[in-house]
């Protein structure tokens, strides 16, 4: 779970990096980035559509980031609670 969590962690750091990149050079493909958008997103070369699809894209990083933190979180609390785990907290404090 420590391993799962960790990926996530490091993708959504990466494709946020990404994405910080793409906004600053102004370019979004989406053919490159092997990502599912809509034809009607792709075809339609307005301000607005790069903007959409950039919004996807700092969507999808953010949640993958969240989530890695999120599962993170939970494996150290249950680790916390564990009593055969080294890291036991015997106190019983739960905060």
């Not at 990502?35 to 559509?49: F, Q, R, T, Y």
């Not at 009593?83 to 106190?91: G, I, T, V």
Request: proline residues 3%; negative net charge.
């Amino acid at each position: 779970m420590r391993t799962f969590s960790f990926l996530l962690i490091a993708l959504g750091i990466a494709s946020v990096g990404i994405n910080g990149y793409d906004e600053y050079c102004s370019r979004f493909d989406p053919k490159e980035q092997h990502i599912l958008v809509s034809d009607s997103l792709i075809s339609n070369k307005s301000g607005s559509s790069f903007r959409d699809a950039m919004a996807l894209q700092w969507f999808g990083s953010v949640c993958m980031l969240g989530s890695g933190i999120a599962v993170f979180s939970v494996w150290r609390r249950q680790e916390r609670l564990d009593p055969l785990s080294p890291e036991y907290d015997w106190n019983g404090d739960d905060s």
